[in-house]
Every structure is written in C-alpha cells, then in structure tokens.
C-alpha cells in the first residue's frame, strides 16, 4: 500500500518521468491517474448542469440535452485538435527535442483560436434553428435559445481546455491537465446553483445561468493552462517567438487534425441523430429520460478515456524514440486495463441504474426511458473500452484516417440505419435506438483490434 500511495502522490504531483524506459505499468498508472481524474471532472460539467437544471422542469432538461448534444460538434474539433498536437508533441518529446514541441504546441493553438471564431458565429446566429433541428418543441425553443447561444459563445473554453491538456499529455504532464479540470469544475459547481437560482434577494438569470457559469468556470481553467504553459516549469514553455505563424507546422497540424476531428464529428454526429431519432419517436419525457442516462454514460466513460489516452501518449513517445515493440506492449495493457473497469461499471448501470437517474429527476415519465437506456447502453461497455484504447492509440501513433474510416463504418453504415429500422418498422419504438448503440459499438471494437494487430501502425511518420 504504501508503494501505492507513493505512486499516486507522483502522479499527480505531476513530476518528469520518462516514459520510453522502465516498468510499462508504473508508466501507465502515472499517466492514467490524472488522465482519469482529468476527464471525470470533465463529465462533472454536464452532471452539475443537468442535476441542478433538472428541478426547472422537462423543458430545461430538454434544453441543455439537445444543446449538448449539438454541442458535441464542438467536443470532437476540440478533441480532433487536441488529437493532432498530441500526436506530434509526444514524437518530438520522444525524439529529445523539447523546442520544436513548443512550436508545434503554439500553432495549435493558433489554429484553434480561428476555429473557435467560427464555431461561435455559427451557434449565436442559428440557436434557434439548432434546437429546432433537433426536435424542440416552440416552447423548448423560446425557453432555451439565449443558453445554447451562451454555450456556442464561450466554445473557445471548450477548444482550449481540450487543445492545451492534448499539449501536456503528448509532454507526458498530464497532471497540470487534471489541475485545470479541478479548477474549472469546481468554479462550475459553486457557480451554477448561484447564477440559476439567485442568492439572498438576487433570483438569479434561471436556464442561462447554468452557460454563463458553465463558461466562466472552463475560462477559468483556461488561464490556469496558459499560466503554466508561459510561466512553469515543465518540458514545454511556450515564448512569443514561438506563435509567429509556420505554415509547414500548421499544416502538419491540419493534417492530422481533419482526419481526428473529422472522426470524433461522425461519431458525435450519429448520437444527435440518435437523440433526434428519440424525440421525434417518443417526446419531450423520453427525450428527456435518455438525456440524463446520456449524461451519466459519459461520465462513466471519460475515465475510460483517459486510459486511452495515456495508451495514445505511450505510442506516440515510444515511436519517437523507436520502441516500436514496447509501444504495442503499452497498447495492449493499457486496453487490458480498461476491459476491467469497463466490467465494473457494466455492472453499476445493470443493477444501479434506478437510483442513479432518480437521482436527476422525481418524474416517473422521465425516469423510467432513462432506466431502460442506461440498463441498454451499458451491456456494450466492456467492447467500448477496447475500441477506445485502440483508436486512441491509433490516434496516438499518427493514423488519424484509420479510425475514421472504422467509425463512418460503425456508426453511419450500421448504427443509423439499424436504430432507424428498428424505431420505424419494429415495435421497438424509441428503444430501438437503445438497442442500436452497444451493437455498433461492439462491431467498432471489434475492426479496430482487428486491424491493429496487424500492424500497420507502425510505419507511420509524424
């Protein structure tokens, strides 16, 4: 135990370790933990947001759900990004070559900034028309319209709190990652119940509360990212020579992020299809009942996610430093691990999932869809851990076309479709696209071990 306390205390302390020497699983434990810890303050965000906006009623719930749910758009360019740069950073850091991780970090950045000017454009002129889109009822839309333009106005939070911990993870810091999720969550938590529901005579600014603090507290970690990129004492610190524009890394970076973003947008476009294939076929009850389960899937799985995570910056530094053999090895244990916990939590959503949407609402409308959909989703898990950890390590290793491809196969030539037919022409209903997702998923794990096994990951130049 007291060799595990002192693991734990590394990790998240946050100190040098190289990555490319020594046990493969104390490196796993120190980069998992506070990738882990990092993400599951991540999925706190939409918990926080859905608990407290849950006691204003269905079409609150329905409001942030279908705003979410757009607003994964947004997840997948950041985690696309996020993707590229610490792909290319890990094969420099790997390589010795701390400078020309600082560059590649700071053009990244550059490229997310204008990307975000965009997104925010898009989502403050067509709230409406997104809500609409997915559903909403006029007074859904009339209800919800100024948040989901809070949300898509402070994306920039959201692309660079994914963007800049992409940078300290392919650094192998992902313990300054953990702290600036701690600092933006917990900001988000005192924050929202305040800015919904008022404090002393103050009534507070009801719905779009919840964006406004949900925005202040990822600014927030933001700053604390910028801090220690600028001023700390890590492999990576960034100068202002090193944001004068460099196109041939731009483009590196381009090249890398399209396939990536373009990857984690199929694969978070089929779940708003899903989720408007779920209120169309059952209404603002049920939508509102698979929203919450949505919520607690993700949380559940960002943990998941961060053990592939440190799978993709094992890869990436192992290939920098020509350990291609040590690099599979890391893959592998790292998905063995995952498989494990992935049980586990199988196990909370089979016999836990009643308590744990009740939790969110008192509405036995609402409550007994999200029960259903959670019991559903979570029969898939074990096989959502090893498609993780393998198209991460893909990711992680410079292929960011392969895992697309599996995921346009996965979801939009199976998922889709299958959720369709069994919504439309079984007597299924709504829980045919329940149904329809631990299936896809399955198939995804499935290809991908499949394909990475085979190895041809491993000629791939960054």
Not at 68 to 77: D, F, H, P
Not at 132 to 148: H, K
Not at 399 to 408: A, E, S, Y
Request: charge should be positive; hydrophobic fraction near 55%.
């Amino acid at each position: 135990m007291k060799k595990y306390w002192s693991l734990l205390k590394e990790a998240i302390q946050g100190e040098s370790y190289d990555y490319t020497t020594g046990s493969i699983n104390k490196a796993i434990f120190l980069l998992a933990i506070p990738m882990i810890l990092e993400l599951s303050l991540e999925g706190v965000f939409a918990l926080v947001d859905i608990f407290f906006v849950g006691k204003l009623g269905s079409n609150a719930i329905a409001v942030v759900g279908f705003t979410e749910s757009v607003m994964t758009l947004v997840y997948s360019v950041s985690i696309g990004l996020s993707t590229a740069a610490a792909a290319i950073i890990a094969r420099r850091v790997g390589e010795k070559n701390p400078g020309e991780a600082g560059t590649a970090a700071a053009q990244s950045m550059i490229f997310g900034f204008f990307v975000s000017l965009f997104i925010s454009f898009f989502g403050y002129f067509y709230a409406s028309d997104i809500l609409r889109f997915m559903g909403g009822s006029e007074a859904v839309i009339r209800e919800g319209s100024v948040f989901t333009q809070i949300m898509f106005i402070g994306n920039l939070g959201i692309v660079f709190l994914f963007l800049i911990n992409g940078i300290f993870r392919g650094a192998g810091n992902a313990a300054i990652a953990m702290r600036s999720l701690w600092l933006a969550s917990l900001i988000n938590i005192l924050l929202v119940p305040i800015f919904i529901y008022g404090i002393g005579s103050w009534n507070g600014f009801g719905l779009k509360g919840a964006a406004i603090a949900t925005t202040i507290g990822r600014a927030s970690g933001v700053c604390y990212q910028l801090y220690h990129l600028f001023f700390g004492k890590g492999l990576i610190r960034l100068q202002m020579k090193d944001f004068l524009p460099q196109w041939d890394t731009i483009q590196k970076i381009a090249a890398l992020a399209w396939p990536a973003t373009f990857q984690f947008i199929i694969a978070s476009g089929s779940w708003i299809i899903l989720a408007k294939f779920i209120s169309e076929s059952g209404g603002t009850d049920i939508s509102a009942g698979y929203q919450i389960a949505i919520r607690n899937v993700v949380f559940f799985i960002l943990p998941a996610w961060g053990l592939s995570n440190a799978a993709a910056t094992l890869i990436g530094q192992n290939m920098g430093a020509g350990l291609i053999e040590r690099a599979e090895k890391s893959v592998l244990l790292t998905m063995k691990y995952n498989i494990i916990f992935m049980a586990f939590v199988t196990l909370i959503f089979i016999f836990l999932s009643y308590p744990i949407i009740s939790f969110f609402s008192n509405d036995p409308n609402v409550i007994q869809p999200g029960v259903l959909a959670l019991r559903s989703i979570g029969t898939g898990y074990i096989f959502y851990g090893i498609g993780m950890v393998i198209l991460q390590a893909l990711n992680g290793a410079g292929d960011t076309k392969t895992p697309t491809w599996i995921n346009l196969i996965g979801f939009w030539f199976f998922q889709i479709p299958l959720a369709y037919i069994l919504i439309n022409y079984t007597s299924l209903s709504y829980v045919g696209a329940f149904i329809a997702i631990p299936i896809a998923e399955s198939l995804i794990a499935i290809i991908a071990y499949f394909y990475f096994i085979k190895g041809r990951w491993k000629s791939i130049k960054v």
